[in-house]
């Protein structure tokens, strides 16, 4: 992109690509998404190949306006309204009856959708003018991390799409998905908003995916969704001391990602490199993917995450490390 061309500018160059049917990429308060226009089914398709994700995935509508909601969805609770009262716009997305004439390709032939307004000013002020929902997928090649700055995308993509440069995501994870269409409310994937504040705000009990038996399809909550090409490993730094005395030749160059200090990585048998996360869970979330891509993109052959704590605010990031690692825990 040029210099000279001011913010707005940007806009309208983005606008007119997805009028056009192109996709274009832009920034979220959670991460970069893929944009494209959710009532065109070619522009769609657009995503699903830059992405190579497979057709089955359904992709989250993103707009602007609370009224907009009925353009996509029908048959809306009360409680998902009280819901997108609370925390839109921001990283909270809903899944609602669909309206009929969702496209298949977005909702990966389900009868709902899903629902999100963005707060990141570039992403609303994109919607906006654009007039309409946009499909927006995360901005990265299935499987791989997702991006959490326009740098991020470029390596993803290349120049094959625009991007529009809105700085780092201030929250760093994908949003909150949260199923409103059965009796009760699942979280389908956890996010910084929590089931705790989801609860206060309807004071009633809400279910995890993770823990009940429903019926909800959610495709791309799999293991090694999330994951870098390094092989990755959660440890807990109890572990730390001995797994080092198993360490092999083979294993070098290795690197710690550790909230905790290093001391327990300072010993005379080995020589692993370490890099610092923050010890806060809103930090950490937001420092994490731009972590662990960039130690992808260097020469190590493992990558070791020390383990996060147990506490709710915590709960998004456990889930990420789970998906990043296949779910392997220990030192294996
Ligand atoms: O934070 C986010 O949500 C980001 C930003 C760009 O908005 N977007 C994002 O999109 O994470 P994506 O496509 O990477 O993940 C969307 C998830 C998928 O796992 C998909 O299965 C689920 O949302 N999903 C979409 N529509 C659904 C539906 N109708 N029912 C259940 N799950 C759905
Ligand atoms: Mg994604």
Known sequence: MSEHLTASDHIAKAVALLR????????????????????????????FQIK????????????SRLKQINDWAKDVPEDA????KAF??????????????VLDCVT??????????PSHPMAQSLIESFGSGLVAPS??????????????VHEEFGDTVMVLDGGASKVG?????IDMTAAQPVILRPGVITAEAIVS????????AKNEKTTTRAPGMHHLHYAPQTKTTIIDKKNIPAFLQTVKETDLPMVFAMYSDMELLDVDQVDVDYVKLPADAAGYAHELYRTLRALDGQHYKRIMVEAVPSDIEWEAIRDRLFKATGGIRGAA
């Open 52 to 63: 190579e994700r497979p057709y089955d995935h359904p992709l989250i509508v993103h707009i």
């Open 139 to 152: 901005a990265n090649k299935f499987t791989h991390i997702s991006p959490t700055t326009a740098a991020a």
């Open 20 to 47: 056009e049917g192109k996709p274009v990429a832009f920034p979220t308060e959670t991460v970069y998404g893929l944009g494209a226009d959710a009532s065109n089914e070619l522009a769609v398709r657009k995503v």
């Open 201 to 208: 705000t309807l004071g009633k009990k809400v279910l995890s």
């Open 173 to 177: 994870l994908e949003s909150t998905i």
């Open 81 to 84: 309204l009280k819901l997108a």
């Open 88 to 101: 839109w716009p921001g990283p909270l997305t809903i899944v609602l009856k669909k309206q009929p004439a």
């Open 108 to 117: 990966g032939g389900q009868d709902t959708v899903a629902l999100r307004m």
